[in-house]
């Protein structure tokens, strides 16, 4: 892991190669490297530790050059941030490869490769790759095939790119788990692990399938599917903007982002599943110890990120049949916690900077946790660097002080916790199946989900004289209602509560009148009639409800009662992400209509660094 850019042109590549892994720095990364058929015909290696800037700062002092190259960014799994474990890997009579991904067989594979006389100089599961394609290399005679040859032997996840200076006009490369994309040119092509890296020098794009090899060349690819059939994939034009932090065809970066939903929960799953399975080891290579160990889980967090803690514990509790204990960071820091025998810590954090999170951190480090566990979409943050287990979420920038794709990707980090945590505590293969199916699902269901815009915006209409909202919801989803509340007071100043619905009778009702709406988020779960029944006491009492349903639930429009009908089949563990687009979208169009500063709403930091 984790970003991949090669090259094959008629022109010096090395620039190339740099400006795409720059753009791929989103991704989270320790070191960098590339390495060009330079114009003696040998292929010559850089690598530093640290950002692609230092590596452009090598090749300075170090100049390459070459018109067929391979560069990667990497996040450490295994095997420490250095220079000798960053990529490119280099196996013998230089050949070449870069690798996303994590290969679950690779100590088999060393031991076997050693006895045959291979060296090892890195801990990496790459290096691995370099040998055994260098070894099919001289059995089979043909770059191409010898990657396949090694392909077949991988278990786990893999985007391949691999040069070798006996065949200097192609590059070979295989995807299984991880995305490879193939930008097209004119007398030139390249490849990559995102679009993005490669929006400056094409907007044609081919996007490998789950099983593919193919051969790049400055002439044209040829792609051979798992089968062992050529095939042809279609090329599509992007209408992507090449600058990823410009708002584009949005009025605001908020919208926007709540659009990428689905594109970032995809990029957080990717690399790391694979054949219908997680890889435990995308937590850190430690991971698989630890979670072994793990009979308890304290989750700590602040604002967003203690709702996706909520969320979570639903999950741990009902899928791992562990105890699962969340707390706001600022509190838990000061309140002498006792700590559970064999308990993981998890810190959420979209910045990794967060001040009280942080502290909670470095206490948890001193009185006796199994483990510290941090989800973040900064890999640079402290938090990161402090944790001994990581999952980044890949939300990509995330402009907007409100956050949005940052939350739904943490919950997707979270729910793949869950799985790995429900493997150690009596899960079947079966049962990881399904769940992991079920995350496989989760883009497509978000895509629809976002259909649902323009009804939003209209019901949105209704809330701008307002001053306060009430958000319901159960199980899990009273999380979701906790954030769908955060976001209206955050973005259009409304007052807005939010409470388990079953807690109504407790209070609460003393506020409903016809001038309070109440939004409820509904999937058709167990709990849904229990939800009903006190929906009835608010329409009962002349409240306006606004309820997001299931289509089967049994809710219709009615004289005080608003429904939009959310996406079919949506099971319980995907409908806290799924029903948490609807309410980011009411919060944005409400605050529209009351013309409210969307993007840096009053008063609002977007990470903050202090108590």
Known sequence: MCGIVAAIAGRDVVPVLVEGLKRLEYRGYD?????VLSDAGKVERVRTVGKVKALAEALVLAPLSGQLGIAHTRWATHGVPSERNAHPHISRDGLAVVHNGIIENHEELRAELRRLGYVFTSETDTEVVAHRVHYHLARLGELFKAVRATVAELEGAYALAVIDQ???????????????VVGVGQGENFIASDVVALLPVTRRFMFLEEGDVAEVSRGGVHVIDHEGRLVERPVRESEMSSEAAEKGQFEHFMLKEIHEQARAVANTLQERIAGGRLLEQAFGPSANEIFKRVRAVQIVACGTSYHAGCVARHFIEQY???????????????????????????TISQSGETADTLAALRLAKQIGYVATLTVCNVPESMMVRESDLVMLTRAGPEIGVASTKAFTTQLTALAMLTVALAKHNGADTESERALVHQLVELPGLLEKTLQLDAAVHKLALNFAQKHHALFLGRGPLYAIAMEGALKLKEI?????????SG?????PLALIDDDMPVIAVAPNNELLEKLKSNLMEVRARGGEL???????????????VHVIE???HVTQFQA????TLPLQLLAYHVAIQRGTDVDQPRNLAKSLTVE
């Open 31 to 35: 070191s960098a490297g590339l390495a």
């Open 566 to 568: 959310m996406p079919r």
């Open 320 to 346: 791992c049949r562990i105890p699962c204990n969340v707390e706001i960071a600022s509190e838990f820091r000061y309140r002498n916690p006792v700590v559970t025998p064999d308990t993981l810590f998890v």
């Open 503 to 507: 807690e109504l009778k407790h209070g």
């Open 166 to 180: 006996s065949e200097p006009n192609k590059i070979i490369t295989a995807r299984a788990g991880c995305p490879v």
């Open 576 to 579: 806290p992400i799924v029903y």
């Open 546 to 560: 606004y309820v997001f349903a299931d289509p089967e639930s049994g809710f219709t429009n009615s004289d005080g």
């Open 492 to 500: 259009s100043y409304i007052h807005a509560e939010a409470y388990a």
